[in-house]
């Protein structure tokens, strides 16, 4: 059984949607992202709005996959509720859509990519599934039928 590791950075990003009025929200808007070995094909973003310590306006995570954010970096990648693509230089634009709207924020290139680096040191791309527990993961399929 492999040792599981969790990987979590958090970098400042900026709104650009119009209907989000940054003034009006509790404090500066951030964003996580996780990656964890036991879901080796996704990162999980969770944006949330205050400052730490505070209470904090936290948006529904999202899943997406590992390769879409990759493939975001370098050029518009994505087809369904997440869209990610370069923008101006050292900036990268995520676009999400939460139940009908979509949610736009800009965060920082090289943040991203550096989480990116940091995943494919644990998991390397073409690998992931050598980290899947099939046995727990029917498992947990079974139980929950």
Same mark, same amino acid.
Request: proline share 7%; aromatic share 6%; hydrophobic share 40%.
């Given at each position: 059984?492999?040792?599981?590791? $969790?990987? +979590?950075?958090?970098?400042?990003?900026? /709104?650009?949607? /119009?209907?989000? $009025?940054?003034?009006?929200l /509790?404090? /500066? *808007?951030?964003?996580? @992202?996780?990656?964890?070995?036991?879901?080796? @094909?996704a990162? +999980? *973003? !969770?944006?949330?709005?205050?400052?730490? #310590? !505070?209470?904090?306006?936290?948006?529904?995570?999202? =899943?997406? &996959?590992?390769?879409?954010?990759?493939n #975001?970096?370098?050029?518009?990648?994505?087809?369904?509720?997440? +869209?990610? #693509?370069? !923008?101006?230089?050292? &900036?990268?634009? @995520?676009?999400? +859509?939460?139940?009908? &709207?979509w949610?736009?924020?800009?965060a920082?290139? &090289?943040?991203?990519? $550096?989480?990116?680096?940091?995943?494919?040191?644990?998991?390397?791309?073409?690998?992931?599934l050598?980290?899947?527990?099939? $046995?727990?993961? @029917?498992? =947990?399929? =079974?139980?929950?039928a």
């Open positions: 059984m492999r040792e599981h590791h $969790d990987i +979590r950075i958090t970098t400042t990003v900026v /709104p650009i949607v /119009p209907d989000i $009025d940054a003034a009006l /509790p404090g /500066p *808007i951030t964003a996580e @992202l996780r990656y964890v070995t036991t879901d080796p @094909l990162v +999980r *973003i !969770t944006c949330r709005a205050g400052d730490v #310590g !505070t209470t904090r306006m936290v948006l529904p995570t999202k =899943l997406i &996959s590992r390769s879409l954010l990759a #975001g970096t370098a050029c518009w990648a994505g087809e369904g509720d997440v +869209r990610v #693509g370069p !923008t101006s230089a050292g &900036s990268l634009t @995520l676009r999400i +859509r939460a139940e009908r &709207s949610t736009e924020f800009v920082v290139a &090289s943040d991203v990519v $550096d989480f990116l680096a940091a995943t494919y040191d644990l998991v390397p791309p073409g690998r992931e050598e980290w899947y527990d099939i $046995d727990q993961e @029917l498992a =947990l399929l =079974l139980d929950s």
